[in-house]
């Protein structure tokens, strides 16, 4: 005898599948961390009264440090071109640190800008390395005036009073002016 019985496809029993979906879900949403970009951290100006007209600031053209970076993300430092990022920071020190001895670098640490112009085409990279290397110089000099390493510098936890008065006398007369003008077509 031949069976004509059609047998039905075998299922398989699927209920569980969608309680194990939405576990691993649940563990992978939790288990995630998402990076968070925070920037940089850079203190803007405040913003100027629309009315008033900018205030008129005297300054003298040597105590200027002129950092340029244009679309090819190459630099000319003082009108002459700089091949290496990292010379920028012995550069920034020793303009700083003139203490009036040469005429052509800065009257004093006091006096001191670093001005940084950069191109809209210029990458990111070179702008993060250029400030990096700006900074580092600061971190050097301010570290070297309190007795400490430029890492223990950048380090110094500031809530402590004694730490906070080692931060305060190391800045004391010695500004940090890092000017970021706005970038040029």
Known sequence: MARNKKRGGTEVNASSMA??????LIFFLVTTTIASDKGLFII?????DENEPPP??????????KVLINAQDRLLVE??????VNALK????EFVLNNGRNP???DSPEDAIVSVKTSRGTSYEIYIQVLDQLEGAYNEMYGERAG???EEWRTLDRSEPRN????????LNFPKQISIAEPTN
Do not use: C
Not at 19 to 24: M, V
Not at 56 to 65: G, L
Not at 79 to 84: A, I, K, N, Q, T
Not at 164 to 171: C, D, G, H, S, T
């Open 79 to 84: 009108d002459e071109p700089l091949e290496d």
């Open 44 to 48: 803007l100006p405040p913003k100027q």
């Open 90 to 93: 012995d550069m920034v020190k």
């Open 104 to 106: 052509e670098l800065s």
């Open 56 to 65: 008129e600031v005297k300054f003298n053209q040597r105590n200027i440090f």
């Open 19 to 24: 309680d194990i979906a939405f576990l691993l």
């Open 164 to 171: 906070k008065e080692l931060y305060n006398k190391a800045r």
């Open 148 to 150: 400490l390493t430029a």
